[in-house]
């Protein structure tokens, strides 16, 4: 009986630790996207003028733009 003890306690501590480790990648992981996110590159609006990160921004032949609307209005020459 005290086998079987000692291999529950031996098993949960093992899923604790990895537990734990899988829990500090994770925040790390999100630590780095944070990151990445803060420090994306910031582009002009061809259109408006507004700057927005690069990852959110529409790219079309070589110009960024806010919104779809914008991206319209310039290719139709206003």
């Known amino acids: 009986m005290g086998k079987y003890l000692l291999l529950i306690v031996g098993a949960l501590v093992v899923y604790w630790i990895?537990?734990?480790n899988?829990?500090?990648r994770r925040e790390r992981l999100r630590a780095v996207?944070?990151?990445r996110v803060l420090t994306d590159d910031m582009v002009?609006?061809?259109d408006c003028g507004v700057h927005?990160?690069?990852g959110e921004s529409l790219a079309v032949r070589g110009r960024f733009y806010c919104c779809a609307e914008h991206q319209s209005r310039h290719d139709s020459g206003s």
Request: glycine residues 0%; contains cysteine.
């Open 18 to 20: 990895v537990r734990a």
């Open 22 to 24: 899988l829990r500090r």
């Open 33 to 35: 996207e944070r990151d």
């Open 44 to 46: 002009r609006c061809a």
């Open 52 to 54: 927005l990160p690069r």
